[in-house]
């Protein structure tokens, strides 16, 4: 494998809008992101993963993209932009941005030209498409709920939208389009951006024939991801992104690639893959419900371990993935998968532990770093996100009361992750001096940066010893996983190797105490990291619970 500069980074996902406002509008700001660069540095990071700055009208939270080359007024202005980018520089990071181009906002000019004139050129930007017998031209539910197809007003034409009713999807098809999205992408490598997080890319090749799928809800529609799933042809066009952009900086590129064939693993992360990496969301897929998330299943220990082992195995073949447990669109990893007892800062670390010593590009979410968990909502109308608010009425459809239409968003909530940065125990948790744009969770006492950073013994730099551990040692950036005790009800633990060197990393994911053999290898060997005070690693132990060790030999 050819060795690539991104191999042995860390990256930190910054989500702006919750991470620190600096001027009292309650919306955090680039100027926000500036002032914490050292503590993002102290933390050990490399990469900084900027969730959408572009100006937006957020319907979907800067998802929606209104101008390419601008950015949102309520983040700031492209000098602070350059600037962050230059005191990123300085300290040796580097900053990639989200690239939304499945989609962009109804409020682009393009879309906008291309409703006052449904036959011209703009509209080929755009999928226009003919209804049938009244209908839409097809029968595809969006991400966000309803028909994928929206009436293009004064005509009897639909446009395609696979999210919400705002974000038109762009048609990949038209070459015109396709060239001024790789300029744009340009543009922004020109400027000294070192990649792209790439939203939703599995959505751009489209079925032009938009066939219906049999009905699998109520509503008679049918996942819009049924169409996605069963069209061919998407590499051509990640290639020709590829290679008009990308590959000609030798930029990192991550894509949000859900519903990938195991067998095309190789084209989109191998040697010459499509992109740097693909998250692995593998773990986080376990919870999808058949209907949504009022039937999301309960994770099991076993299951999700199993998850994460496959996935392992099988990437490991080809390339890397992108390990979180964690981001914008996903509850906080603590209280997903780990159980109640374990919500604590010895379960926190050892959540940690299993995750950034995996092989693979370890990506931390805002706040993670410090063990931020979800929010309490207590109405519906205290979430602010447009999936939220989908899946609430979805479960009350389904026949749900409001308590339990809740309790399935309050489980698994986007806003979970969006409440504001928790950076001190003070009311706002240091986040605002205003009024916050989304709830902040009062649990910030407890749980915030100011006291972790005083406290060697936090969360916090237990994270910065292992980003540290991931640096000094190569073996965890190249060494092959090999799981252990893959039957044991309690225990998670991996084996990584590279040559002769030989890393052990063991958790105990229970609330009893679990026995281990140390295996004869790492007698005498070196003890790395541990979230408790053991000393002595010899023959039969036993753990505590949510105990976690790392051996080295
Ligand atoms: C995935 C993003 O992560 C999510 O936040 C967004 O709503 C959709 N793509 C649509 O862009």
Redesign the pocket.
Known sequence: MTEKWWHDKIAYQIYPKSFLDSNGDGIGDLRGIISKLDYIKALGIDIIWLSPIYKSPFV??G?DISDYYAIAEEFGTMEEFDELLAEAKKRNMHIIMDL?IN?CSDQHEWFRKALADPDGEYADYFYFREGKNGNPPSNYRSYFGGSCWEPVPGTDKYYLHM?AKE?PDLNWENPILRQKLFDMVNWWLEKGLAGFRI??IMNIKKDLDFPDFGPDGPDGLSGCWRMIESVDGIGELLDDLKKNTFEKYEAFTVA?AFNLNKSELNKFIGENGYFSTIFDFSAQCLSDGKHGWYDSPDITFKKWRETIINSQLDVQKVGFEANIIEN??EPRGVSRFLPEYARNADGTKMLGTISVLLRGIPFIYQGQEIGMQNAIWKSVDEFNDI?TIDQYYIARKAGLNNKDALAACCKMS?DNARTPMQWDGSEKAGFTDGEPWIKINPNCKEINAASQLDDLDSIFHYYQKLIALRKEKDIIVYGEFEPLCREDDQIFAYMRKLDEERLLTVCNFSEQSAEFEVPAEFEGSQCLITNLDRKVFKGKIVLKPYEAFVLYK
């Open positions: 979907d939270q998802y939304v989609h999210f974000q939203d939703a949000e914008h669109d999936n986007r």
